[in-house]
Every structure is written in C-alpha cells, then in structure tokens.
C-alpha cells in the first residue's frame, strides 16, 4: 500500500514519534492528527510509534536493567501521573469560560419593545382624552360640592357660631 520510494522529512517524523508517545505539545499532536487522516503512510508510523510507547509504557520497572533506568536519555517513569496544568492552559480555559459566560449574559433573549400601529396610538390617546375630561368633571362637581356646601354648612357655620360664642363672652352679650 505504501510506495517504498516515499519519504518523511525528519521535522515531520520527530512531530509524529513526540505525538506517538504524547510528549508533543497540544497544537503539534493535532498536527499530527490531521496528517494522519490525509496520509495513510503517516499514519501507518504513527500508529507503529504508538503501539510501541504503549508497549514500552508497560513493561514493569523492575524488569529494566538499571543501566536503562539510570541512562541520562531516559526520563523517570512515573508512576502515577499528577493533573497538573500549565499556566498557558489556565489562562486559556479560564479565558474561555469568562468568554463564554459573558456572551451568554450579553446575548441572552431580550424582550423587544412592543411596536405600536398608527391607529393603536390614536385609539390611545383618544381614551386618554376622554379619561381626563371625565377626571375633569368629576373634579369641577367636587369642587363645587365643596365650594357650595361643605365650607358653608360643614366649616363657615361651626367657625360662625364658635365667633359668635367669643363675642359672646368677651363683648359681654
């Protein structure tokens, strides 16, 4: 399936092994993940390369001689990985999440003022005309109701009499 005349530089070839044994970074591992949806050959490697990490990554600690262990090239097995993330990638969720939150509190459903027809507004201020005349009158009938019988009978007349009853008193009758 593969042309035995077909070569991968080796920039590539490092992407594709880093990648393989997930030392690569994030933006190179998807790299390599798109080249190998496009190329058959890189991803024939790339798989080659994974299986082997996945291999070597199971080999038990102490059935490696030591000079393999103590070699200088190697990197210390973990044994348990920790979850730590590297500030670049805080900022870049943390960046994300706020992002994400304040375009849904700026783009939420906003209620959209009502738009009222010509003939609405006329209709409206028509009723609001014949609400005020009937305010209108109703406060010229209070007013004349108190001008024409509550000051005389219910004020003038006590306030009369309480004049007179001073006079009374202190004129003397």
């Known amino acids: 399936m593969h042309d035995k005349n077909y070569k991968i530089d080796e920039e590539t070839l490092d992407k594709i092994i880093a990648a393989a044994y997930k030392d690569a970074g994030l933006i190179d591992r998807l790299k390599i993940y798109f080249h190998t949806k496009k190329d058959d050959e890189v991803k024939r490697i790339y798989n080659e390369y994974r299986n082997t990490a996945e291999n070597v990554k199971k080999i038990p600690l102490d059935d490696c001689p030591d000079s393999v262990i103590k070699s200088p090239g190697i990197k210390k097995v973990k044994e348990k990985k920790s979850f730590i993330l590297k500030p670049a990638y805080v900022f870049a969720i943390s ?11 700026l783009f939420q459903n906003k209620e959209k003022e009502p738009v009222y027809s010509k003939e609405e507004i006329e209709l409206a201020e028509q009723q609001v005309k014949e609400s005020l005349a009937i305010v209108n009158r109703i406060f010229r009938k209070t007013e004349n ?29």
């Open 95 to 105: 960046f994300l999440v706020v992002s994400a939150l304040v375009a849904v509190l």
């Open 145 to 173: 109701l108190i001008n024409e019988e509550v000051l005389p009978k219910r004020v003038g007349k006590p306030i009369h009499k309480s004049l007179s009853i001073i006079n009374e008193v202190l004129i003397g009758g």
